[in-house]
């Protein structure tokens, strides 16, 4: 790839993230991504095209996996941690609260200017470190060496045009003993996605009633209409396939303690939920704990891998 093609991947990628930020804050709404603890909860009506926004439901698709990341990731009291790919900075902020000194990197304007915005407007003070928002890409930055007690990439290194290059850099910035962590969006395969629009039909959803469902089926039976593609960053779609390259690069340069993947195919339908918040959180939790089994005995793999190591000493 020429410089001037990766340039324009990075401007398209800048202005997909930019879009994204609108769209979620519509009519003033926080939405997960820029700040988890005060997160708007909006569950569209049906006539509606504003996106669902639940903190809840989030927080029972992350499980315990997220708060373990958030605190290895922090490990060191008053540490200096790198986040690549901040987005609008949901991360960078908690790692705030936790005490630790963040540089945090991102190409969208918008969502830098969100995320300075929910700094800005933080109420959860006490004992909190210090958070520095970039509007710059991170694999331009000098890292320095033996810098950072951690290195962070939140859905961010599979988007990377050159990940091997990268992670010299950050095995070079990283202090023996840190923490380097990633959480990456895996290929799903056709027995995940049949999982999907199996419970998608079966279940209540927001956006669908039962009659336009079937409705849907007919026009998918009879060639009129086709599944939805999955939408990935103009970044995802020029280099997926390092998803495979990040976890072969952590286990030859790094301690690999963690590695999990969940959410193979229950994050969409559970978000989708109608009805009651009794019954949607009791549904999610059913099907987020089925999504665990089948990803546990190997039948599907998870959607969202979580994979944390640290540097040899």
């Not at 939405?31 to 988890?36: G, L, N, Q, R």
């Not at 060496?145 to 010299?168: C, I, N, T």
């Not at 960053?233 to 030859?252: D, L, Q």
Request: net charge neutral; aromatic share 10%; charged share 25%.
């Amino acid at each position: 790839m020429s410089e001037t093609e990766l340039n324009k991947l990075k401007e398209a990628e800048a202005a997909f993230f930019d879009q994204v930020a609108d769209i979620r804050t519509v009519n003033g709404h926080i939405p997960m991504e820029a700040d988890i603890r005060r997160a708007t909860k909006f569950i569209p009506k049906r006539t509606d095209k504003l996106p669902l926004i639940d903190p809840k439901m989030t927080d029972i698709l992350a499980g315990r996996a997220r708060d373990q990341y958030i605190s290895l990731v922090a490990h060191q009291p008053g540490g200096r941690v790198l986040d690549i790919g901040c987005g609008s900075g949901w991360l960078a902020l908690e790692l705030g609260r936790r005490g630790q000194h963040v540089d945090a990197y991102d190409l969208s304007p918008k969502a830098i200017a969100l995320a300075k915005r929910m700094l800005a407007e933080n109420p959860y003070q006490d004992g909190f470190g210090e958070v520095n928002y970039y509007l710059q890409d991170a694999t331009e930055v000098d890292l320095g060496e033996g810098k950072y007690d951690a290195v962070s990439g939140w859905s961010a290194f599979h988007h990377l045009p050159d990940v091997p290059a990268f992670m010299q850099r950050v095995r070079r910035a990283l202090k023996p003993g840190g923490i380097v962590a990633t959480m990456d969006d895996m290929p799903r395969g056709r027995l995940e996605k049949g999982f999907e629009y199996l419970f998608e039909f079966m279940l209540p959803v927001y956006n669908y009633s039962y009659a336009q469902k079937l409705s849907i089926v007919f026009q998918l039976l009879t060639g009129q209409r086709k599944l939805p593609a999955e939408v990935f960053t103009p970044m995802e779609e020029a280099k997926h396939s390092s998803v495979y390259e990040i976890e072969r690069i952590w286990r030859e340069q790094f301690e690999v303690f963690i590695n999990i993947q969940q959410n193979a195919f229950a994050g969409t339908p559970a978000m989708l939920l109608s009805g009651p918040d009794s019954f949607r959180y009791t549904a999610a939790r059913a099907l987020v704990g089925l999504d665990r089994l089948l990803c546990y005995l190997g039948i599907v793999n998870g959607f969202e891998r979580i994979m944390i190591a640290r540097k040899r000493v």
